[in-house]
């Protein structure tokens, strides 16, 4: 018969850290690593003078980005579940005409001088970061997405992009359709649901992000 007693008895026996035991997700499953993407051709070349988290307005501008606002949002973690705090998560997307905020997009007269393109935000204890920006549009050869960089202590530690779920342009789409993996795809397609008690029409998106690093102490 099985002594639980017993069983507990002989576990405290076995030399365990206690950190090892206090640690989140120990014996947990490692989540599925966000999947590292190209950063393509534009990033931007000449950064904006506002590079806060708001892309919508730059610095006190009256006038506001054209575009379905959306707030993306999310955490950075490791594979463990552990929040990687004090990361830098930068953003830049091509603006509601399909311009980058790059020298050489290929549009750039028609770009949204309203629309600032490139944000940075810290994370903070949770390893949470928050971007207000407008919903990715297509341009000719893309799927919508949206362009994520992590970096940690001055180093890149991810390049990736986020997709819109459900959007079907994702099926011919030559980089996304690189990620073979069903759990990659996953992690890096976001659904863009309408903002409750929005009266403007505002979108929230969740993205959380996978690294695979171990968080370095501040």
């Known amino acids: 018969m099985f002594d639980r007693r017993n069983w507990i008895q002989r576990m405290a026996a076995v030399a365990v850290p206690v950190w090892v035991l206090r640690s989140p997700g120990w014996f947990a499953e490692e989540l599925t690593r966000t999947p590292a993407q190209t950063d393509g051709p534009f990033y931007p070349n000449k950064l904006p003078l506002d590079t806060d988290n708001d892309l919508i307005v730059i610095n006190n501008a009256l006038t506001s980005a054209v575009g379905a606002i959306t707030h993306l949002h999310g955490r950075v973690t490791d594979v463990k579940g552990?929040?990687?705090?004090?990361?830098?998560?930068?953003?830049?997307?091509?603006?509601?005409n399909g311009a980058y905020l790059h020298t050489g997009t290929s549009n750039k007269e028609k770009r949204d001088a309203n629309f600032q393109g490139f944000g940075r935000f810290v994370t903070g204890m949770s390893g949470e970061y928050y971007f207000r920006t407008i919903k990715p549009v297509p341009y000719p050869g893309r799927t919508p997405h949206i362009h994520v960089k992590v970096r940690k202590n001055d180093k890149v530690v991810l390049s990736t992009q986020c997709y819109?779920?459900?959007?079907?342009?994702?099926?011919?789409d030559g980089i996304y359709k690189s990620l073979r993996d069903p759990k990659q795809s996953a992690a890096v397609t976001?659904?863009?649901?309408?903002l409750p008690g929005s009266r403007i029409g505002e979108l929230a998106a969740r993205f959380d992000i996978v690294v695979g690093m171990t968080p370095m102490m501040d």
Request: glycine share 4%.
């Open 190 to 194: 976001v659904a863009f649901d309408p």
């Open 82 to 96: 552990v929040p990687v705090r004090n990361a830098v998560v930068e953003i830049w997307q091509v603006d509601n």
């Open 164 to 172: 819109i779920k459900g959007e079907p342009q994702n099926a011919k």
